[in-house]
């Protein structure tokens, strides 16, 4: 057992630090409070656990108007592994409210303003796991997927706050090979393949 604090710098991810294009009204950030992520961690021979929480602040201004107002953004996790044999099965869920950065493929909005400067977050799912085979004392084989979603209420909702280039939807396949040469020394080769819905509904 563990357990582990961090404070995180509050970057804000893709509202101005990314591509503004994702909000209708990216504004200005004071950041004036750090990420705060707390993590939990169990292990032994058989299989490991953590839940995680993830509470922030995004205090947003408009650039023109100098409007703007503060709101708290959080998120949950769950990871685990399993060992079975020469394979280890691995899963994590998040769920939560202006995940922003913290969703995993990097193009996942958080907070914006509204079209009366209200600051407005955006809900955020994801679900990933893998499988890894140890083939030979030095030699592991992964594959895995992971797939996740902001909420299009952030789009299509009273209060929206994304254009129709933020991200609806993402999925993502990936396997890699790795050679541990030797104790403190590994070589890998991998592959992957990326998929992405906006919110208008175009895909990639």
């Known amino acids: 057992h563990y357990v582990a604090v961090s404070i995180e710098n ?4 893709l509202t101005a630090a990314g ?3 994702f909000f209708t009204n990216a504004g200005t950030s004071k950041e004036t409070l750090p990420d705060f992520v707390f993590k939990h961690f169990y292990a032994n021979k058989k299989m490991t656990l953590s839940p995680r929480f993830l509470l922030r602040q995004f205090d947003l201004t408009d650039s ?3 409007q703007g107002g503060t709101a708290m953004a959080w998120a949950a996790a769950l990871s685990g592994s399993f060992k079975a044999g020469p394979a280890r099965f691995t899963a994590t869920f998040m769920y939560g409210d202006g995940v922003g950065r913290y969703g995993g493929l990097g193009n996942i909005g958080g907070a914006g303003l509204t079209a009366t400067n209200d600051v407005e977050t955006v809900g955020f799912m994801s679900v990933n796991g893998g499988v890894t ?5 030095t030699v592991k084989w992964a594959v895995g997927a992971g797939w996740a979603e902001n909420d299009d209420d952030g789009y299509t909702g009273t209060d929206a706050i994304l254009t129709a280039n933020a991200t609806n939807t993402a999925m993502g396949y990936h396997t890699n090979l790795k050679w541990a040469v030797t104790p403190s020394f590994e070589w890998a080769i991998g592959v992957g393949y990326y998929q992405r819905e906006v919110m208008d509904g175009t895909e990639g």
Do not use: K
């Open 133 to 137: 085979f140890t083939l030979t004392d």
């Open 10 to 13: 509050p970057n804000r991810g």
């Open 19 to 21: 591509p503004v294009s």
């Open 64 to 66: 023109t108007t100098g």
